[in-house]
């Protein structure tokens, strides 16, 4: 009896970081570059049983976890801000956090901090850095397809985009950037291009996702209804008394 309870116990955990994952999309629907998480349901361990004379398991149900993100493009969005920039393809922006470690991101809504150098919503300079000169309009800046800067007819330098081996194995650090790690590889040149003047929207699909959130709070309460009538059950079990 008590593999019911342990079953539902482990089947509303999933639901639940089912249910995290749903909500964390949703808040983020507004977050330029944001990429939906990906989650994948596993069987718990299980042992072989003999139930009326034919093989069968028992286990304790499933657990759940995030496995990635959708690499899925979001819509492109024009802005007209000369330092708003789209990916287009394969690519990452690489950005310095303050304690020296580079970040990648897709959310291209940039701008300038006090001494001119191009940086993200996070106030992270981008690598390699580049600067616009005191007092140049950074309305008037040009930004081509391959990433390359320009000031009137003065070279500034070159965005370069990166992308990593197995972008599902990115590590997730809140404002819409990502470290890479061993398993999804060092970063290297991607070869999508730039697009100026526009942002890339997130990839959720607010329909969806909200779908997803009523099935889900369905089956967690499946989960709980289960766990009371198991615990009912042993109830009823601990009353009885020989004759």
Known sequence: MLEGLYSAAAGMAAQQEQLNAISNDIANVSTSGYKAERVAFDDLLYNPVKIAGSDSSAGSGASARVIGRSEAEGSIQETGDALDLAIEGDGYFQVKRANGQTALTRDGAFGVDATGAIVNGEGNRLVPPIKVPK??????????????????????GRIELVTVTSPEHLIADGGGEFSATAASGAPHAAKGKIRQGALEASNVNVSSEMAQMVSTQRNYQLMSTAIQTESQMMSIANQLRPQ
């Open 135 to 156: 007092g140049f309009p950074t309305q008037d800046l040009s930004v081509t397809s391959d990433g390359t800067v320009e000031a009137g007819t003065r070279k500034l």
